[in-house]
């Protein structure tokens, strides 16, 4: 299995043996079985563990598990405490998006300060088959049936070319301990379904149905590829960007051969569904007027275009940061600290991270999403932008401007963040109390 | 019920109310009741019944049952036996595919002869979705996810939109009676698997799975449409053919976006599998020399292409017809009859039937491929003709030309059966016994 292991990492191109892994650990036998093999194959790695609280004592008993388990291989160890549930309720996403947000944006996070190159993560070859199946039942297009890729991204996957029963298997011969059930609940019974009830079925119609998923998967890849490239090469004679709106080519949609597909892949990021696509697409054999609603946005039937824009109301949430917060989740990921200005204090040039003179804020700082008519004074400029200049000068699309957050002492803008902090509230030779933000 | 299938009609444009149709009539609940809302609707329909001898007795009361609906009905009905086991044999093929091909050969006889203009079966939504998993667990492309269409060719399915369900409650109101179990074993056993064990649990995984497969295979026709496309778009960059072979360009498949899929649709006509055209995709990036095989044809991985062509010996499989046979099932159909010549005689220009100066035909008929220096004299025309030269002339494709039959009096050609007959055994004056055959 070592052997497998070692090629299937070079076939992929997933990493070399010189770079640092972090290793995802929840404690199960995918990532004890990852772990053992990559600490016999010499890779420098760490473990991090998440604990969503999502069963109670059980879900502490993995962390303690895990946590013996570094010590004993004598690894760096990071755990982060979750609260699941009310990510998922403030995000209006189910328990299981919420759970592999929180999970992805912290790994992410860790690998950016402590340099790890590729986050290990336990998925094998029963997971891919099973995610095409899962994906079947929920609805999906072609995507959902290209499984689950071996790298992407920071993401690598070096047990994808394994089934569970191996991996069982190796870690009987290797006498190696681990906790049973250790993931996510939701997703489990769902998996759990399609592992025990109908994976058995198929196997008895097919004997290497394993062995047929696979292939089938790979040749759903490619049809992807070619989907997603004929799709990329209309969309910019299907789409126009003006001002806060996409234009939709009616004419156009009529053209394409594939108009469901086109339409689902333009407006499915504003959170329109398949049966969304489906009505929209008749409507342009109809009579212009009529208007679909997804959670955040509109799409009005006009004469020649779908106009597709943001519900007005959503721009109204506001969010607030106490002084006091060193860490905020919601609706942006932001970590806080106040310094003592230092002679040697240089500015960061990452646009993730603002410094600003403290004693120019006022407590609490606000975000919001931008409206008609807010100003700010970008750094470095003397004068006062139009936020939505900034955005038209920037290239933002429709769905940046709509995404990105404002950042408010009272009434003014002090941070577009990931962007461009305001002037007014750099650090100056006056300073001598700094707040840093953190965007993740 | 009734309301629904005539709209459903109307919006696949199925066929209008005025067309005469074929019903195929297995005697099982789907045809029917496809027959008695063809009859409440006034369709003018006949009855068409396949005895495939499968099971015994059973099967011949099907045929009964069958017989005794179309007589209750007042319809034509049509009724044919087939030696299903001894063709599937023949042709190397599983009984199920047998059965298919006679099943549909035999309808568009029917349809050919009688003037229907389409044949309708009893295919309904469960079987869509069913298919979908079935080719899933045996192998399959993006083809075999878009399950069955409603209207290809000329079968017509138009209780595609209703579920097994409505079409049990439907027959149940009605008080039809029908035949349990009155269909092909073979994928009943697949297919029971299927119905029974993997689609209940993916109910209890989504309720409402029967409406997201639906949905699902909606958005992958589209898919299939663009993959389509793209393939053929690229199809005649890739392919040169040259004599009996197809050369396919290394240099192109490498340049193309997706070259397992390319290649698969190249040769998977040829009795190329999957795992085959894995094997030769990997080869071009490999030194020359190697050889593929499929049943019938070989593959070699030259320098510039992948040489295509018929394994030759192949060619040389003989059948035999004798002078009392009505009917050759092998290799190809033909219906033989012995007419007397009358004054009215007419040539017939159909290039499925050719008449023959029956005096001059020495029996038992030969059956066979072409082979190189074959010669024959095209009706019509003084002097000789090589085979392959007439195959050049009329743009035969490779497949075409390896497709194609040539029928022997002794050592001398008589006819290119669907193509172009000897001069020299035409009807003259001096015919007084015709050979009249007729190609299926």
């Known amino acids: 299995m070592l052997r497998k292991i070692v090629r299937f990492i070079e076939e992929e191109k997933l990493f070399y043996r010189d770079e640092k892994l972090l290793v995802a650990v929840s404690g199960g036998v995918d990532s004890v079985v990852l772990l053992h093999l990559l600490k016999e194959m010499e890779v420098e790695c760490s473990i991090a563990h998440c604990n969503f609280h999502l069963r109670g004592a059980e879900s502490d008993g993995d962390f303690e598990f895990v946590k013996d388990l570094a010590e004993q291989y004598e690894m760096d160890f990071y755990a982060k405490d979750f609260d ?3 990510y998922a309720e403030a995000n209006k996403i189910s328990i299981e998006m919420a759970a592999r947000d929180l999970r992805y944006n912290w790994f992410a996070e860790l690998c950016d300060v402590f340099h790890y190159r590729y986050i290990a993560v336990g998925h094998h070859a029963d997971d891919v088959l099973e995610t095409v199946f899962i994906n079947l039942a929920r609805g999906t297009g072609i995507h959902g049936l290209t499984g689950i890729k071996p790298k992407n991204d920071r993401i690598v996957r070096p047990l994808l070319s394994f089934t569970r029963e191996q991996i069982l298997g190796y870690a009987k011969e290797n006498h190696l301990q681990y906790r049973e059930d250790s993931t996510n609940q939701e997703t ?26 696979t292939e089938n998967v790979q040749r759903f890849r490619e049809v992807e590829q070619i989907y997603n490239a004929e799709i990329e090469k209309n969309r910019k004679n299907l789409v126009i960007q003006k001002e806060d709106s996409l234009l939709i080519s009616i004419a156009g949609l009529k053209d394409v051969k594939a108009p469901v597909s086109h339409l689902y892949e333009i407006i499915s990021p504003f959170g329109f569904h398949q049966r969304d696509v489906r009505n929209i697409v008749e409507s342009i054999y109809s009579i212009s007027g009529k208007r679909f609603y997804s959670a955040t946005h509109e799409i009005l039937r006009d004469r020649e275009y779908l106009i597709l824009s943001a519900i007005k ?14 860490e905020v989740d919601i609706p942006v990921h932001f970590k806080c600290s106040f310094l003592q200005r230092n002679p040697g204090f240089k500015f960061s040039t990452d646009p993730m991270i603002a410094t600003f003179d403290a004693n120019l804020l006022q407590f609490p700082l606000k975000i919001r999403k931008w409206k008609e008519g807010d100003t700010f004074q970008p750094i470095g400029m003397k004068g006062k932008k139009k936020i939505s200049d900034y955005f038209i000068d920037q290239k933002f699309s429709l769905q940046e401007k709509e995404n990105t957050w404002l950042l408010l002492s ?5 941070w577009i963040p990931g962007h461009r902090m305001d002037d007014r509230f750099k650090i100056t030779d006056a300073t001598t109390k700094i707040y840093r933000l953190e965007l993740r």
């Open 84 to 86: 699941t549930k009310a």
């Open 188 to 213: 489990d019974y769902v998996r759990n379904k399609i592992r025990h009830q109908v994976m058995p079925v198929l196997q008895e119609i097919n004997p290497g149905i394993r062995h047929t998923m």
């Open 313 to 326: 109301e959503q721009d109204e949430k506001e969010y607030w940061m106490e002084e006091s917060d060193v």
């Open 410 to 414: 009272g009434n003014r803008i002090i």
